[in-house]
């Protein structure tokens, strides 16, 4: 008899445990539809317009980025002056350029340029339309202040009042024009001084030149004369030794007496 009042003891209690589980798995059931549904009506609250516009804008965000990053020009866009980056990652200036119309086909662009990191000439010929990656370069106004046994160039950034060495090679052909002193600019390709820039024109001393003859006029006799910065121009022969003169500094010519 206690076999048998054991075993109904424990089949009930098996019953309960399966009633109890069934139970907790249906609540579960329940509230995991009812979550289910009262977030799709949240969703269904927000209109689906302003749902596509804030994509919209994430887009529009993304592709103002890029084309920001993007700087071109092409062969319409071409002058003189102009500094271009071609496929050798070196900046160049447009020195001059020709356009030829063919009768047939579109018209080609001969373009001069000079390599400002190397000094040297190239002529490429390009067809209408063909893109080239304009040379991001930056200006800084420089004072030079002195050279070193070794030719190199300092100058003091105008605006932090650092100093910056400057190879010879890269003034070139301006070493003779730049005196200690003088206010240039420095240009800078990828934090690199590539060019030194002269003042358009400046006011020298002529140190050395031949005694002024009398009877010369403005336009009858010219004359070599050595400058104070080092060069030496072509001047009229009236001007004297010690005389301050303005010249311009693109052409190398004598402009007036100062």
Not at 43 to 59: D, E, L
Not at 188 to 200: A, G, H
Not at 217 to 239: D, Q, R, W
């Given at each position: 008899?206690?076999?048998?009042?054991?075993?109904?003891?424990?089949?009930?209690?098996?019953?309960?445990?399966?009633?109890?589980?069934?139970?907790?798995?249906?609540?579960?059931?329940?509230?995991?539809?009812?979550?289910?549904?009262?977030?799709?009506?949240?969703?269904?609250?927000?209109?689906?317009?302003?749902?596509?516009?804030?994509?919209?804008?994430?887009?529009?965000?993304?592709?103002?980025?890029?084309?920001?990053?993007?700087?071109?020009?092409?062969?319409?866009?071409?002058?003189?002056?102009?500094?271009?980056?071609?496929?050798?990652?070196?900046?160049?200036?447009?020195?001059?350029?020709?356009?030829?119309?063919?009768?047939?086909?579109?018209?080609?662009?001969?373009?001069?340029?000079?390599?400002?990191?190397?000094?040297?000439?190239?002529?490429?010929?390009?067809?209408?339309?063909?893109?080239?990656?304009?040379?991001?370069?930056?200006?800084?106004?420089?004072?030079?202040?002195?050279?070193?046994?070794?030719?190199?160039?300092?100058?003091?950034?105008?605006?932090?009042?650092?100093?910056?060495?400057?190879?010879?090679?890269?003034?070139?052909?301006?070493?003779?024009?730049?005196?200690?002193?003088?206010?240039?600019?420095?240009?800078?390709?990828?934090?690199?001084?590539?060019?030194?820039?002269?003042?358009?024109?400046?006011?020298?001393?002529?140190?050395?030149?031949?005694?002024?003859?009398?009877?010369?006029?403005?336009?009858?006799?010219?004359?070599?004369?050595?400058?104070?910065?080092?060069a030496t121009i072509t001047v009229p022969?009236?001007?004297?030794?010690?005389?301050?003169?303005?010249?311009?500094?693109?052409?190398?010519?004598?402009?007036?007496?100062?």
């Amino acid at each position: 008899t206690k076999s048998i009042f054991n075993i109904k003891t424990m089949m009930m209690t098996g019953s309960m445990k399966i009633a109890t589980a069934a139970a907790l798995v249906a609540v579960a059931l329940v509230g995991g539809a009812s979550a289910f549904t009262n977030s799709a009506a949240q969703r269904s609250m927000v209109p689906s317009s302003s749902r596509a516009v804030a994509f919209v804008q994430t887009t529009t965000t993304f592709s103002s980025r890029s084309q920001l990053s993007m700087v071109a020009v092409d062969t319409s866009d071409i002058k003189n002056g102009m500094t271009v980056e071609l496929n050798d990652g070196e900046p160049y200036r447009v020195i001059s350029f020709s356009i030829m119309k063919q009768a047939r086909g579109a018209a080609k662009t001969t373009i001069k340029f000079k390599n400002l990191m190397k000094g040297t000439t190239i002529e490429n010929t390009y067809r209408s339309g063909e893109k080239f990656e304009k040379a991001m370069i930056e200006k800084k106004a420089a004072q030079h202040t002195y050279k070193d046994e070794n030719d190199n160039f300092f100058f003091m950034d105008m605006e932090t009042f650092e100093e910056v060495v400057v190879d010879s090679k890269i003034v070139q052909d301006k070493v003779t024009w730049v005196e200690e002193g003088m206010e240039c600019n420095l240009i800078y390709f990828k934090e690199k001084v590539i060019e030194v820039l002269l003042p358009p024109h400046v006011v020298v001393q002529i140190v050395e030149t031949e005694p002024s003859l009398k009877g010369n006029t403005a336009n009858a006799h010219t004359k070599p004369a050595v400058l104070s910065c080092g060069a030496t121009i072509t001047v009229p022969g009236y001007l004297e030794q010690g005389e301050m003169i303005r010249v311009d500094t693109d052409k190398k010519e004598f402009m007036e007496r100062a």
